[in-house]
């Protein structure tokens, strides 16, 4: 029997959980693997603050350095999130030969590459399975289970915010609005919303995505992101009435040109395409390999508990890996060549608002064909004196749709461009 | 850079796509990890089937144990399936120190626990990610990121073949003969489906599910299991009304008692459960975590192209263990107390076809009454003379529900007793 010496930092949503359940689980884990976990030092940022009643408050300090440096600390643990002091934390702790778990999404979107390094030229483990989908077991099968696979795309419902609203709103008929502020009465939005609803929070997920799919230091400033605050009532009835549903995607791609397209945007997705039955606040990743073909992961992607089990799933492994002398590697990550948006290609739902008279669809369906946007289905549906038409193209270039769009919003017979939507299916 | 040599057991549907795969992918493997796999060595049954062009063929051997002894082999893949020689090859291969790959479901159903314990006392790997559910990984993630988990319960979609032939039964209402026949005619079939329709290979599985979840020896014999070949369009149709579909489900699950229930039937999935969804040939895996709550694991459970992404993922674990020096273990894996079927609790669907008399209907309630199973539904459709009663329980004891079904075949009144289906869901 080995035991192993934890230091945690951080003791709030997911730090706390994380205690109890080593304890809970602390024989279990004993008797599957001969180590035992013990937590030594808490790191928090006010003593005053309750904690809950099982951890011994004599482990608790205020100095998270004093914790990385305590000899009687083997394994750091980072839950306090953020970029400072959580990264000079993290080196700290690599650059004395301790190994790190963190679930920190931004600090890894902003500077993993730096931290990956400082991990690698000390020889141990950096490792991070709660930073992209909460307790979803995601990073660990793509580095290790998916490491022969050549993989061509991950999709991922990676917030679990948006996914409940647009689920309320396609399965309750709510508006946006109504949504999110039940969102918010349920805890699982903030009061302020913009990291969720704007997909800032999915992007940072997607940059690591791309990052471990592709072996690229992708960047959360390198993901397009557009969020789901322009979603309509009428956009959420369309999309059902074709077939689909609405949902927030983080995409991560490798193109033919050899770059990598990632990107964070609502989609239509097709009614029988799995990620379309990931409702309310789950999050899943979808996952296809030139061999494996599609692969789904499931699960919660928040909250104290599966984002503790994340973590201790991680802290068990590099206990074993400290044992044996080992330690894993996210190897070497390339200089990423991010696709610029405007040479996505897709298909695209379009939502225009115009006046009700002769020659206008004639009008509007020339300035798509200016741009080479061939338009695939359309339905035109009466408001008074005004239509909306609702297309959906073919596969079109990004650019020439934007294009597209700049025009027809110069047209007199064009009230109002609402939603644009890409569609993922047989023809992307 | 560290070359390993691989010496493959098999190049049928498995061994030559990865034979194929491994020789696509060396260049990147050995860019992400610093291994270079090479294949040395392949043995076949014939030398004289035609094998891929890709294939070097003086790689072939008809002798197996030859490749196991070779000097030239460091890791040994096992893909020819069956109990013998497969166990015999792969004890000889870990007993003289060489890791070992297989995807073998039923032997690892039936001798697991021997093979298990001679590689752990050998210091090697024994990897089997293919052997559960083909491409997707489920084996790693049960094994290490949910390590420190408490798995309360563990259902899968296994076999590909049953969930093919329900979803034709449920979404083009084919007969259960003709959506055979149609699976068949795809190859997704065998021209003797037994070993999937009658729940055999789905109850291998099971057991191994159940061996790595709960860490207890389960073997295919200790798995209840019951085929799909007595699902009619009726209880198709009923179940849609009712808001379920019918999946077959491969179920592990820790009882209170301590014991493990293993089984494999037919069950009643709810529409909104992420397993409905789960389609065609696909297969999946949910797991109940007591920590992480919900997840689940999708993809495709057969096929040379996944099969070989999951063998050669083992590959480069064992491949970058034996470089670092350490090996997995699944552990001592402890006398499975299996609980007896009777046992179960579970709510359920019955069918039962009656002459439409008076009195008849309270003659039959009477039954469920002796037996205290209690009924939560009935629904009632008329067939000239006869009507056919569908009841659907709360949660009753497996045995209970048996008596009833005995004493109701025995009433006059009792024309037919149809299937019996159990219901997943909250009331479970």
Do not use: W
């Not at 013990?38 to 603050?49: F, M, N, P, Q």
């Not at 991922?156 to 999110?180: C, F, Q």
């Not at 700049?406 to 609402?418: E, K, N, Q, Y």
């Amino acid at each position: 029997m080995v035991t192993v010496r934890v230091g945690v930092l951080g003791c709030g949503n997911v730090g706390g959980p994380l205690v109890e359940l080593i304890a809970a689980q602390s024989d279990d884990i004993e008797a599957r693997t001969g180590l035992r976990l013990d937590v030594t030092r808490v790191a928090v940022r006010s003593l005053d603050k309750p904690r809950p009643a099982s951890i011994d408050p004599r482990l608790f300090t205020t100095d998270a350095a004093s914790v990385v440096d305590d000899p009687d600390v083997d394994i750091v643990v980072e839950v306090i999130g953020g970029m400072e002091p959580a990264r000079e934390l993290i080196l700290s702790a690599v650059k004395s030969g301790k190994p790190v778990i963190t679930g920190n999404k931004e600090l890894l979107a902003a500077a993993g590459a730096e931290l990956f390094q400082a991990a690698e030229a000390a020889g141990v483990d950096l490792l991070f399975e709660a930073a992209v989908a909460g307790g979803i077991p995601i990073v660990r099968p793509l580095r290790e289970s998916l490491v022969g696979e050549r993989i061509t795309r991950v999709m991922g419902i990676v917030n679990g915010t948006t996914n409940y609203i647009l689920t309320r709103m396609t399965e309750a008929g709510a508006s946006y609005a109504d949504a999110l502020a039940e969102a918010q009465a349920l805890g699982y939005a903030e009061a302020d919303p913009t990291a969720d609803v704007e997909g800032y929070d999915a992007g940072a997920k997607a940059a690591i995505i791309a990052s471990i799919a592709f072996g690229a230091a992708v960047v959360a400033s390198d993901v397009h992101h557009e969020g789901i605050t322009g979603i309509t009532e009428i956009d959420i009835a369309f999309a059902r009435r074709m077939g689909f549903v609405i949902k927030l995607l983080a995409v991560a791609e490798q193109v033919p040109s050899g770059e990598i397209g990632v990107r964070v945007h609502p989609a239509m997705v097709p009614v029988d395409h799995p990620l379309a039955a990931v409702r309310e606040s789950f999050n899943a990743v979808f996952v296809e390999g030139a061999s494996v073909g599609d692969l789904m992961f499931y699960g919660r992607g928040a909250g104290g508990g599966p984002t503790a089990s994340a973590i201790l799933g991680d802290l068990i492994d590099a206990a074993l890996n400290r044992r044996s002398g080992s330690h894993s590697s996210v190897g070497q990550l390339g200089v990423a060549k991010v696709r610029p948006i405007d040479d996505l290609e897709s298909a695209y739902y379009l939502n225009v608002q115009v006046l009700d008279r002769p020659g206008v669809l004639a009008q509007v369906a020339g300035v798509f064909g200016d741009h080479r946007v061939s338009i695939r289905s359309m339905e035109q549906e009466g408001l008074g004196d005004e239509a909306r038409l609702i297309f959906i193209t073919h596969r079109a270039r990004e650019a020439h749709v934007q294009a597209t769009l700049r025009d027809l919003d110069a047209l007199d017979a064009v009230d109002r461009i609402g939603s644009v939507i890409r569609v993922v299916g047989d023809d992307e």
